[in-house]
């Protein structure tokens, strides 16, 4: 924290109040120092005086509105001026307090003011990192009736998507060109993966947490719903979403209405909520893997996206867009493919879909930068033609399987270490072990 003020009291006396509050402090005595130090220090909030020595703080704040755009200021003023006041919060100020205050006061109004400068970088972030995405490309049949869905919804008053499709198919980019084409495009775009996250926090991250609600909890959390309001909210593997959390995503739903975690008060967001899977959630629900009720409110308008396999026009289209993309980030010129590679790469089955091309092309790139990328260049696997058969799939169950085995005898049956092990939530290790038949029999 930065505090400009010319009076060596209220100096002193904000310095070891805040410092007691665990906030670091500096401070300037004049505008020019006070630039100075925001400049040097890099603050994540001033307290700036209205009147300086050597110029206005209006002065001062404009100052830092051009050169530290972002930065909270809470302006400090020894009279009652609601024009002043006014005038400051137009100029870009966070808040406006008058000598003398409470300190209590003080705090809630700094505190305030970081948070809402702590959510606006966020969704700024946010916002950005949904813009920085490939559109929906190619010319096949399949992808021209994806293409027309997408707009569809898009312009739909619909709130509840769901996405299908194979891993690597690329259902993260349709929730993405869902937003991007709807009047929520100014909004933001909240991004989340229910297997990535510790099932602990997992609430949290979604709805928020008070201060000290759990361990851990040393300031109020601001969740991910609350950050997509007035825009769309992706929820990715939702399939893996721990099954407590599913009767409150539910709920969410079905009204807009939710509570933080350690919270005494309801709050509401206006969200588009797009749900992904790779799963078949109608026979997980029908087994009490996924709750009923959560994967028909999920499932008013599903979208499948179609693996690359089935749209074999495109696999030409979608290298040369990453080659030319890649070149871009590489600086060099594109690769290209000799008519034996073309061949090669429209005759193989993509069992990774969109995702596998997408990083060979980057591979091949990074190795052999603007070249005529040959047939005998391409991996085995490409150049075999071969395909993902029922004897792969088996393959793939047993490797898992044991992986699986092997981290339950390290973690001696405990299934929380187990999953730590293999870097999943607990919930995702008790559907693996579910569906692959491993007893799941041991310590919680």
Known sequence: MLVIDDEPGVLKALVFALEEEGFGVATAVDGAGGLDAACRGAPDIVLLDVNLPDMSGLDVLARLATDRPGLPVIMISATSDTRLAVKAVKAGAADYVTKPFELDELLYTIRGALQKARMASEIDFRRQASTAHDGVIGTSTQVRALAATISRIAASQAKRVLVLGESGTGKALVARAIHTASARSGGPFVEVNCASLP?????????????????????????????????TLFLDEIGELPLALQAKLLHFLEDGQYRPVGGTRGMTADVRVV????????????????REDLYYRLNV?????????????????????????????????????????????????????????????????????????????????????????AAIE???AVEEEKLLRDALARAQGHRGRTAELLGISRHALLRRLQRLGIDGEGRP
């Open 301 to 389: 308008l599903p979208i499948a996206v179609p693996a690359l396999r089935e749209r074999d026009d495109d696999v030409l289209v979608l290298a040369d867009h990453f080659a030319s993309r890649y070149a871009k980030s590489e600086r060099c010129e594109p690769i290209r493919f000799s008519p034996d590679a073309r061949a090669c790469l429209t005759a193989y089955t993509w069992p990774g879909n969109v995702r596998e091309l997408k990083n060979l092309i980057e591979r091949l790139t990074i190795l052999h930068p603007g070249s005529v990328i040959e047939r005998s260049q391409l991996p085995t696997d490409l150049d075999s033609g071969e395909v993902r058969s």
């Open 394 to 396: 088996q393959k793939l």
């Open 199 to 231: 099932e602990q926090l997992i609430e949290a991250e979604l709805f928020g947490a008070e201060k000290g609600s759990y361990t851990g909890a040393t300031q109020r959390r601001v969740g991910l719903v609350a950050l997509a309001d007035g825009g």
């Open 275 to 290: 749900a992904a899977t790779n799963r078949d959630l109608a026979s997980e629900a029908s087994r009490g893997c996924f």
